[in-house]
């Protein structure tokens, strides 16, 4: 077995990261994500193929710009209830 590529490592750990810094806001919280977050990220942890592993970075990274806009969302909702008075 070769050993594995240190950028895609580097990314993946930054991408988990991230994950794990954005679920602190998470509406159900921060105990609901993280579990949930690890147990995704293991079950990806054989992945040896490059272009697998790539894969799961881009999935991580969607993942991320849901996560983002579902908090915009929430504060859109919110201060238009503010301002608006609906």
């Given at each position: 077995?070769?050993?594995?590529?240190?950028e895609?490592?580097?990314?993946?750990?930054?991408?988990?990261?991230?994950?794990?810094?954005l679920?602190?806001?998470?509406p159900?919280g921060?105990?609901?994500?993280?579990?949930?977050?690890?147990?995704a990220?293991?079950?990806?942890?054989?992945?040896q193929?490059e272009?697998?592993?790539?894969?799961?970075?881009?999935?991580?990274?969607?993942?991320?710009?849901?996560?983002?806009?579902?908090?915009?969302?929430?504060?859109?909702?919110?201060l238009?209830k503010?301002?608006d008075?609906?």
């Amino acid at each position: 077995m070769s050993a594995p590529n240190p950028e895609l490592r580097r990314q993946v750990i930054a991408i988990y990261k991230e994950l794990l810094h954005l679920g602190k806001d998470y509406p159900l919280g921060f105990s609901y994500f993280r579990p949930r977050l690890h147990r995704a990220f293991m079950a990806n942890a054989q992945l040896q193929k490059e272009e697998d592993v790539q894969k799961g970075i881009e999935r991580a990274e969607f993942v991320r710009k849901e996560i983002e806009a579902l908090y915009y969302l929430k504060r859109y909702r919110t201060l238009r209830k503010r301002y608006d008075g609906a």
